[in-house]
T-cell receptor
Framework: GAVVSQHPSRVICKSGTSVKIECRSL??????MFWYRQFPKKSLMLMAT?????????EQGVEKDKFLINHASLTLSTLTVTSAHPEDSSFYIC?????????????FGPGTRLTVL | GQNIDQPTEMTATEGAIVQINCTYQ??????LFWYQQHAGEAPTFLSY????GLEEKGRFSSFLSRSKGYSYLLLKELQMKDSASYLC???????????FGKGTTLSVSS
């Protein structure tokens, strides 16, 4: 149990387009999901906390109008990168908190590699 | 502020034992997690400590001392597939996001 999926796993898009990334908890409900980005050989950087049924909480320096987050159900959160630019190219990873596991363990999706040309 | 420190790189040989240390200074404490991350993949959960002491899970063990702000991950009987980055992460409050260290890249050679 505790499987988190992400789709797509890899996307290449042109500058100026928008890209939507889905994060799903497959076998548990997650009232809270988190979105991270990771640059090569760097650690995970928290972008935002996504709460089901309410607005996301963004970390300092993360543009909420550029990175739109929607958490419409207990098993799905989406991240939309709007008007993507080459500097948005990165590895985006979501995680979901499984409240039924010890300590409310966070489980990660497999990640989405975004390349903006 | 929030700060989590762990060594950048470590090397070891197959069959050996390696200990990866992590020290933390956070505004609160609600658990410490260790994750393994292979290049190009997402982190996978290894262990969780919230009380002082040792948690053992197969070849992997994790230790926590809250008074010292210190944890270590112990890997026994190392295998080549254990070559990966190991991330120490702390949750300062229940329900909040994990704060990650920069990770320790472990290289296992034959």
């Amino acid at each position: 149990g505790a499987v988190v999926s992400q789709h797509p796993s890899r996307v290449i898009c042109k500058s100026g387009t928008s890209v939507k990334i889905e994060c799903r908890s497959l076998d548990f409900q997650a009232t809270t999901m988190f979105w991270y980005r990771q640059f090569p050989k760097k650690s995970l950087m928290l972008m935002a906390t996504s709460n089901e049924g309410s607005k996301a909480t963004y970390e300092q320096g993360v543009e909420k109008d550029k990175f739109l987050i929607n958490h419409a159900s207990l098993t799905l959160s989406t991240l939309t990168v709007t008007s993507a630019h080459p500097e948005d190219s990165s590895f985006y990873i979501c995680s979901a908190t499984h409240s039924g596991r010890a300590g409310g363990t966070q489980y990660f999706g497999p990640g989405t590699r975004l390349t903006v040309l | 502020g929030q700060n989590i420190d762990q060594p950048t790189e470590m090397t070891a040989t197959e069959g050996a034992i390696v200990q990866i240390n992590c020290t933390y200074q956070t505004s609160g404490f609600n658990g410490l997690f260790w994750y393994q991350q292979h290049a190009g993949e997402a982190p996978t959960f290894l262990s969780y400590n919230v009380l002082d002491g040792l948690e053992e899970k197969g070849r992997f063990s994790s230790f926590l001392s809250r008074s010292k702000g210190y944890s270590y991950l112990l890997l026994k009987e190392l295998q080549m597939k254990d070559s990966a980055s190991y991330l120490c992460a702390v949750r300062s409050m229940r329900g909040t996001a994990l704060i990650f260290g920069k990770g320790t890249t472990l290289s296992v050679s034959s």
